[in-house]
């Protein structure tokens, strides 16, 4: 049994702290000017948001989070509590959009900021900007909300207004997708899209939702899920190259490393991007010259100082948080993938029963992994089949010597987000097979892809895939076998 952390009951009992608290976050926010000590007190305000939603998202705090923000009691606090997060998307959402847009005139990138003690003359040292930080955490806290309403059962007039969020937030998310702020992932504009793909993922729960959000938002319901099967095209295509460099041969690595070295020679002279001298892992793709990578090289960019001097590092962290975009985009996806069968693809005319074929249009293009690794390629299932590679090689890497709790939670993460990929090209599949005649060599491909993938699980005795859902690629392989 868990204990209830003693922070969580606090909230649930002191009704006038939690209103006070939330005032003083949006206060932190209202000056117009950037100092050192303003920017202290905008970080603590950010820590304040990222502990609640942590409170939020944590599986132990689960039932005492709900009592108090969606307590079906006949007193008014838990209304009054739902009333803040209408006051986060009224009032604190204009101060971070503002100080947000002053920022990036002046940074040039979204997401950060030129560092209080420089002058605005920009060539200051640039770090990650507390609006923009204090944003993203805005995004987690509902998700958590939206991830708790979903799971009790909470009267609509208890439930929280999201759609006032929604269009308080909308100038906001959509200017996270534009294609100016998408073109070089960096550390901010990552953890953003994670941050809106938790929010969609928690619109996206039930038929209902679903429904009323494309009502409500029907151009930027459309964008944002476009963008988020460009997000998970791109993430899987760079995981791909990056577990390609991985497997190239010694001879491979030493004639694709001397021609790159002949390249960014001249681009260093050029003035532009330089070549990665920190140490390398010998446990990671990043263990190869950054600029080898030429896929990473182009859409990745390290932003501040440290990234910069750290490139390895920088790089390692980059393609865990793509894994994490990989996991939430496919399971955004599989939401909104129907089968024939599902009570949303059907429609009643005159009487009649037919099937909505518009609602069974697959989301993702019918592609092998072959034909998956370009960046100009469509979205399709291969792209899957190149990020569940990438996982499993992290996985599996034998040089991997944590040990105990630690290694399972680490290694929780990634088996979920093959889960989520094995989940989502499950669905599409079928889709396929039951309206489409298949070109056998692509279902050909798949099947190898399958038969290969399964066969490194079996085999694995570390234990590193336990908790991969094996029930689910026997599922896949009795479809492809039919086929």
Not at 37 to 51: I, K, N
Not at 296 to 309: G, S, T, Y
Not at 403 to 430: H, W
């Amino acid at each position: 049994m868990v204990l209830d952390d003693p922070f969580v009951a606090k909230l649930e009992y002191d009704q006038q702290g939690i209103g006070a608290l939330f005032h003083l976050l949006v206060q932190r926010f209202r000056p117009s000017s950037q100092s050192k000590e303003v920017t202290a007190s905008q970080e603590e305000a950010c820590q304040v948001l990222r502990g609640l939603a942590a409170v939020v998202w944590k599986p132990a705090n689960v039932e005492r989070s709900r009592r108090v923000w969606l307590s079906d009691n006949s007193s008014a606090s838990a209304l009054s509590r739902l009333r803040l997060v209408s006051m986060f998307a009224t009032q604190l959402l204009p101060l971070l959009r503002s100080q947000m847009e002053r920022e990036e005139s002046t940074s040039k990138f979204r997401g950060y900021a030129l560092s209080a003690s420089d002058e605005p003359t920009g060539e200051g040292k640039l770090e990650r900007s507390t609006a923009h930080q204090m944003w993203c955490l805005v995004l987690n806290f509902v998700s958590g909300l939206l991830r708790l309403q979903a799971e009790a059962t909470v009267v609509e007039s208890r439930k929280m207004d999201v759609w006032e969020f929604m269009s308080c937030a909308e100038p906001l998310l959509l200017a996270a997708v534009e294609p100016s702020t998408c073109r070089r992932f960096t550390c901010a504009t990552i953890a953003e899209h994670q941050a809106l793909l938790r929010l969609l993922n928690g619109l996206s729960r039930s038929a209902s939702t679903r429904k009323r959000w494309r009502q409500a938002f029907p151009t930027s319901a459309v964008v944002l899920m476009e963008q988020s099967r460009q997000l998970l095209r791109r993430a899987c295509t760079l995981l791909g190259s990056s577990s390609t460099e991985k497997n190239r041969s010694p001879v491979e690595k030493e004639v694709w490393h001397a021609r790159s070295k002949s390249v960014n020679k001249g681009t260093i002279n050029g003035g532009g991007s330089l070549v990665s001298r920190s140490p390398r892992s010998p446990r990671s793709p990043s263990s190869f010259a950054y600029s080898c990578q030429t896929l990473l090289h182009d859409h990745l960019r390290a932003v501040r100082d440290v990234e910069k001097r750290k490139l390895s590092a920088f790089h390692q962290e980059m393609e865990t948080e793509l894994v994490e975009v990989v996991r939430l985009a496919s399971l955004l996806l599989s939401k909104w993938t129907a089968s024939p069968t599902d009570r949303d693809a059907i429609v009643v005319v005159d009487g009649v029963r037919c099937v909505d074929e518009e609602q069974l249009v697959p989301l993702l293009a019918f592609i092998p992994p072959s034909e998956a690794r370009s960046m100009n390629s469509r979205p399709g299932l291969g792209h899957l089949s190149l990020a569940m590679d990438f996982i499993l090689d992290q996985l599996l890497a034998k040089e991997d010597t944590r040990s105990g709790s630690q290694n399972m939670e680490m290694r929780l993460a990634p088996t979920n987000a093959i889960d989520a990929c094995v989940l989502l090209f499950l669905k599409t599949y079928r889709l396929y097979a039951d309206q489409y005649e298949l070109v056998k060599r692509d279902r050909d491909e798949f099947s190898s892809f399958f038969r290969r993938f399964g066969v490194r699980i079996s085999e694995d005795e570390t234990g590193a895939t336990a908790a991969v859902d094996r029930q689910l690629l026997q599922h896949i392989d009795l479809v492809l076998a039919r086929q």
